[in-house]
């Protein structure tokens, strides 16, 4: 992460923290599929627990890692781009701050 004041570190720790939850929630959404699934019928307790051993073992871990191993601008540069973090939610500092990174993402959007 490159330097940054200590009032956007402290910015970019929080959004970090909601786009983790932002991210987490997606996921967890797609895992409550396979409890209606399991309530209707569709699926076997057994089915429904090897769901949720797949998923604590690999996205939730993968997230875990992703967003506590390091704060890193790259990952909120990234939820911004993509929309999983609104950018009409984030302080203009911030953004600014972000701009350089913002903008790579944006040119490698575009280029998809």
């Not at 690999?58 to 890692?65: D, F, H, I, Q, V």
Request: with cysteine; charged share 25%.
């Amino acid at each position: 992460m490159r330097e940054y004041p200590k009032h956007i570190k402290r910015l970019i720790r929080g959004y970090a923290a909601r786009a983790y939850e932002a991210e987490l929630g997606q996921a967890l959404g797609k895992l409550e599929t396979q409890f209606s699934c399991w309530r209707s019928g569709q699926i076997s307790a057994f089915e429904l627990s090897d769901h949720i051993h797949t998923f604590h073992q690999g996205l939730a871990r993968e997230l875990w890692s992703r967003y506590n191993a390091r704060i890193d601008d790259t990952l909120i540069a990234h939820a911004i781009v993509t929309g999983l973090l609104p950018r009409e939610t984030i302080p203009a500092a911030l953004l600014e701050a972000l701009q350089p990174i913002l903008a790579f993402y944006e040119r490698e959007q575009e280029a998809e």
